[in-house]
Structures are given as structure tokens and as C-alpha cells.
């Protein structure tokens, strides 16, 4: 799967490196968690920084378009809206929350898997 005759394009090997992201967050929960620390991560979708902005002045435009057009919301999210996830995890409502991977997308994932996006 790792090999790089199987990741064909940067966006596919972004998406392996999510997985494999979240995946090392898990394992490494089982072991750092015994000592009290929390570990997570959040996995966002197109999110209006700077970085967005730059994309979306390059080749795949139509691609992001049709994103935001079939998420939930019909938009992109905001550096704010990633960082309440971030406080959630970090305070004290969060503390019981270990290993876990926050998909924060506006359901673009899950348009892929079962929605207008999803494979014919």
C-alpha cells in the first residue's frame, strides 16, 4: 500500500499520511496514557488559512469547489472552529478523550463514502 508504485498523486499520498497519522496516535496513547498524558489528533478538511487560499489558485480548484458544494455545511471551516475542537481536547472537558482521531471536515469524508461523492 506504502509503495510508491501504489500512491499515484500528492492528494492520495496526503490521505495515507492521515491514516497513518491516526494510527500512531492510537498506539502511542496505549503507552503515553499510562503516564497521564492525553494524545489526539484532529483531522480537518479545507479550512480557509493561507494555506487554502494558495490552493485554491491552483489545478484543483474544481475538485475543492465540488468538496464545499456537497459538505454539510456547504463551506470551508474556520481557524476557529479547529481550534474549539483544540480546547475541547486540551481542557477539562476533554479528559477523558485518549487516542481518538476528531474528523473535522464538514462531512466531506463521510460524501465520499455514502454521498455525492462516493465511488459508482
Request: hydrophobic share 30%; net charge negative.
Given at each position: 500500500m506504502l509503495?510508491?508504485?501504489q500512491v499515484k498523486d500528492p492528494p492520495q499520498a496526503y490521505q495515507v499520511s492521515k491514516c497513518g497519522n491516526s494510527l500512531w496516535v492510537m498506539a502511542k496513547a496505549v503507552r503515553w496514557g499510562?503516564?497521564?498524558a492525553r494524545i489526539n489528533t484532529i483531522s480537518p478538511g479545507i479550512i480557509m488559512t493561507q494555506l487554502a487560499n494558495d490552493e485554491f489558485e491552483g489545478p484543483r480548484v474544481p475538485g475543492y469547489r465540488r468538496m464545499l458544494e456537497v459538505s454539510a455545511p456547504g463551506r470551508a471551516g474556520t481557524p476557529d472552529e479547529l481550534g474549539t475542537v483544540g480546547a475541547l481536547l486540551m481542557g477539562a472537558?476533554?479528559?477523558f478523550i485518549i487516542g481518538s482521531d476528531f474528523l473535522t471536515d464538514g462531512?466531506?469524508?463521510?460524501?465520499?463514502?455514502f454521498g455525492e461523492l462516493a465511488p459508482t
Open positions: 509503495q510508491p508504485d499510562k503516564s497521564g472537558d476533554g479528559a462531512g466531506v469524508t463521510a460524501a465520499y463514502w
